[in-house]
């Protein structure tokens, strides 16, 4: 064996799938990005002494993280935008983009995580308000669901050059007409500003231990040139993404040989917007049950379609009357046609009943779920109360009754709608706003390790440490086991390495 290619890793306590409680190994060769041979005290053996070594001292040592969940040339443009996420007031906001209007001269102004729940005024600012601050430029700012924005004069006016029929009441483009304008939006960017995003949100996701994303790209808001510049970049040595093109058409991912299709591909909305479909009204807007955006026979000619190709399909559901009718139609498919190879997946699933859980079950579904949602916007106090009343607050986000039905979970964060942490949302899992849903720490850590890779089909390259698997992990100084449920949030990595090599410090 050649040593020069090769590193011996030592001094740790390594943790695996299934279970990262204990210490499987404390040694391993690693040799052209994949582990050679994992073990306990190989640096003491006479058969490793020459090869180059490592002392990780001491340090707990996990397979890397893994964001099933991402949509990423969006995180990358939130990268070179401002971002109102610490925002409490209206004030907030316009100090915020007049700071950020100093600094950076581009014609355009991106904003991103506008949550009017969160501002003291309790409403979204208007186009007025946003002219009186940066007069001029273009300003877009989107709110933190990716549903709706909020634009100033200049905007709009291009937006009606663009069509002349959009509708937008004081700035605001919401339903049908945030797609119809998100989706040329992005394409007027300059393309050096784009690359840049991209690397910074690369290195986001490897600070916070994340080595691989399955990135949910382009469809109705981003340019198929877009998706495949991204898809070209994830493809770049020093991290990995596996990339969902948002779209019914499969000519892109057919020319890209990817099995899979769609991601956040809408059967309805969000609770933000009050656009998920509900079979019941809002609690806070009586007059309406949300917005489903594909009917049933739509949803079965697409799922029949794509299991007749063979491909994963992902679809986007968050509502109990969405996911019904998803889930239903999936099951009418998988009836009459079986499943691909790699499992039909949907996204969110935030509100399922019973029943629709068991359909998923019957129809071998994955759930794709964002636990940090719960932490966000769960429980007696967060936004879904507001939206859903006290009884089917109780009933979101069912992780507990998911696992207990045996349908496997892969996790992420829908970055840029949640920060890029996988700790916030293994804190939704364990501490769960309903105690009967919390799922325990080694299952949460398994659909932010393991499970993602189950999803995108390599489950036999990546995932784990062991031999002949993709050398990526990371290091932390504290044992997640050893410290309280309350404060596993504010766990934080000391070292990534990607393919057996340190990406960052
Ligand atoms: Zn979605
Ligand atoms: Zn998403």
Known sequence: MNSLDSTLFFNFSGRD???????????????????????????????????????????????????????????ALMMIGVSFEKAKSLR????????????????????????????????????????????GRKVWLSRIDLHSAVANSPVVSWAISKFPDINCDKGHFWREDYIRISGIV??????????????????????SGVSAVHALEGGWNISDDDVQETAEFLSEPGFHGVVYHQSEDISLSRKNGWPRLGGCLFVDGSFGSRTAALKEPYADFPDSNGTMYRDASQLRSLIRFCTKERVQLAMHAIGDLAIEN??????????????????????HFELPDDLAILAARDASLFISVQ???????????GMYFKRLGPKRVMRTNPFRTIFS????????????????????????????PNPDERIDLN?????????PHRFSGEIGSRGTLKQGYQADFVCMA??????????????????????????YV
């Open 17 to 75: 799938f299934p279970d990262y409680s204990k210490t499987s190994f404390d040694s391993m060769l690693v040799k052209k990005g994949l582990v050679r041979e994992a073990g306990f005290a190989l640096e003491t053996m006479s058969r490793f002494q020459d090869f180059p070594s490592c002392d990780l001292e001491g340090a707990i040592l996990f397979p890397a993280f893994s964001d099933a969940h991402v949509h990423f040339f969006q995180t």
């Open 92 to 135: 907030d906001v316009f100090d915020l983009l007049k700071d950020f209007s100093k600094k950076n001269s581009e014609d355009w102004i991106l904003g991103w995580g506008l949550d009017e729940t969160n501002l003291s005024e309790g409403r979204l600012p208007t186009c007025r308000e946003i002219d009186a601050v940066i007069p």
């Open 186 to 207: 992005y394409s007027e960017l300059p393309a050096s500003l784009k690359k840049k995003g991209l690397a910074v949100a690369r290195d986001r996701f490897l600070k």
């Open 326 to 347: 998803l889930v239903n139609s999936h099951q009418w498919v998988f009836e009459n046609w079986g499943s691909p190879p790699l499992s039909h997946r949907i996204e």
């Open 371 to 381: 636990p940090a949602f719960e932490v966000l916007w769960g429980g007696n106090e």
């Open 405 to 432: 039905r045996g349908i496997p979970i892969a996790a992420g964060s829908d970055s840029p709608v949640t920060p890029i942490n996988p700790f916030l949302g293994i804190h939704g899992f364990v501490q769960h």
């Open 443 to 451: 299952r949460a850590l398994a659909a932010y390790i393991y499970e």
């Open 478 to 503: 504290q044992d997640p086991f050893l410290i309280s449920y309350s404060e596993i949030r504010n766990q934080k990595i000391s070292r990534i390495f990607v393919d057996g090599v340190e990406v």
